[in-house]
């Protein structure tokens, strides 16, 4: 058993085993609680710094962007994607589409006579077709969209399906119109007969010096046909001067013309001359006409060109058809239109330009 203190005995001291830390002062009652125990202690700073209020908007807006941007990539990298095969689907529609062209354009140029004919039969109603009754007041509504959906596409195949060739009308005043407005000269009217875009590249008074300086103007047009009428002003200018005509430098002249515009062209030289136009010039009723004659006989047969003659016919000495005494009125100009397509109209036709 163990042994039992008696009551009332003094507690014996601890043998000191260091200096005393508490000598001169009261030693604490270690039974007693301590006086925070059971309190929350205060934080040790209630505000927070300038520091703090600058980089807390920043930190949040760090960590939304944390959050969105991997979305953001996502929805990119979908959208790029996206776009891309809508850009092949668009690209194999844009083939498809032009090889359809392309078929139906041979097949109307090949049978224009069956294409006639078919765009009559979606007109006329066969034999055996019947009157809608009265009680059926609309037609049928297939009717209404397959007549211009079938016209439609044959407009687009014929007209819009591909380039439209150019012609290039390249000469000087009589060209140009001078004498009447531009919308009244001859290139002008010859547009309006042909399937083509027609360029008026004349200027007055050039001569076929001045037109060898014009013609990568000509060519940049990437004309189908180029109508070359210069010579003119070579001729007046000589007259006038009281000169010979130079009629070989003339024919070099040309003949340079035709060579630069001949690259894939087919290029015409137009007769600018009539002989009853010849023989009122000064000189003109000897050799002139003969020589010039010659001149574009020669240009013909080396070039293997073609040559368009009687523009002048049916105007030339009629004063109603002139503006002056060189140069036709609006009337005139539409004879010497006709005059054009009829010298044209093998040519076209061929081509099938001829409206």
Request: hydrophobic share 40%.
């Amino acid at each position: 058993m163990p042994r039992r203190k008696r009551p009332g005995a003094p507690r014996p001291e601890p043998a000191a085993s260091g200096p005393d830390v508490f000598a001169g002062r009261k030693r604490p009652d270690l039974r007693k609680p301590l006086p925070f125990a059971g309190k929350t202690a205060s934080p040790v700073r209630k505000t927070p710094s300038p520091a703090c209020k600058t980089l807390s908007p920043a930190c949040k807006t760090l960590s939304l962007a944390r959050k969105t941007f991997p979305f953001a990539c996502k929805t990119f990298s979908f959208a790029r994607k996206t776009v891309s095969f809508a850009c092949k689907t668009f690209s194999a529609a844009c083939k498809t589409l032009s090889f359809a062209c392309k078929t139906f354009s041979f097949v109307c140029k090949t049978f224009p006579p069956a294409c006639k004919t078919f765009s009559f039969a979606c007109k006329t109603p066969s034999p055996g077709h019947k009157k809608p009754s009265p009680v059926r007041k609309k037609p049928s509504p297939r009717v209404p969209w397959l007549i211009p959906a079938v016209c439609g596409l044959f407009l687009l195949v014929r007209c819009g399906g591909e380039r439209l060739p150019v012609i290039v009308c390249f000469g000087d005043s009589l060209t140009a119109g001078k004498g009447a407005e531009h919308s009244e000269a001859w290139p002008a009217l010859l547009e309006k007969r042909v399937r083509a875009r027609v360029v008026n590249a004349g200027t007055s008074g050039d001569t076929t010096l001045d037109a060898l300086g014009r013609v990568q103007a000509v060519l940049a047009e990437k004309p189908d046909v180029v109508i070359v009428e210069f010579g003119a002003n070579d001729i007046l200018d000589a007259v006038q001067g009281g000169k010979v005509p130079d009629l070989a430098g003339l024919r070099d002249r040309l003949g340079l013309l035709v060579e630069a515009l001949d690259g894939g062209a087919a290029v015409y030289l137009v007769k600018f001359y009539s002989l009853s136009m010849i023989s009122d010039f000064p000189g003109g009723d000897g050799e002139l006409p003969a020589a010039l004659d010659g001149l574009f006989a020669s240009l013909e047969a080396e070039y293997h060109i073609g040559i368009i003659d009687g523009i002048w016919d049916g105007i030339w000495g009629d004063v109603s058809l002139m503006s002056d005494g060189t140069h036709p009125n609006a009337a005139g100009y539409r004879v010497m239109a006709d005059n054009y397509v009829t010298a044209l109209a093998p040519f076209l036709k061929e081509q099938g330009l001829l409206r």
